[in-house]
């Protein structure tokens, strides 16, 4: 009985196993069980105990500030001259620390 003798080259050899291997953990890795990306959206452990009387502070507050500046952006602050701002004051020594 005669054998048949292949051959293939190492590059050849290479891309097939990696194929394999791609395809055998592909297959292992879609059996895995998924779990759900965290949210802050369903955190809310940031938010502390109820407050009715600070949220009605902070609306008050808002509600001012809305009221002071409105729909008028010339009283507008680009957030890029913010961080300037904060930069140079820090840089000075004017924030609180």
Known sequence: MT????T?????????IRRVVR?????????????PVASILNDWSQEGPD????????LRGAMAVLKQYGDKPETWTKWEDLEAA??????SSELPR
């Open 51 to 58: 407050d009715p009387a600070g949220d009605e502070q902070l």
């Open 8 to 16: 293939i080259s190492l590059t050849d050899l290479e891309n097939i």
């Open 86 to 91: 904060l930069d140079r004051a820090e840089a």
């Open 23 to 35: 395809e055998v953990m592909q297959e292992e890795l879609s059996h895995l069980p998924r779990t």
């Open 3 to 6: 054998q048949a003798a292949i």
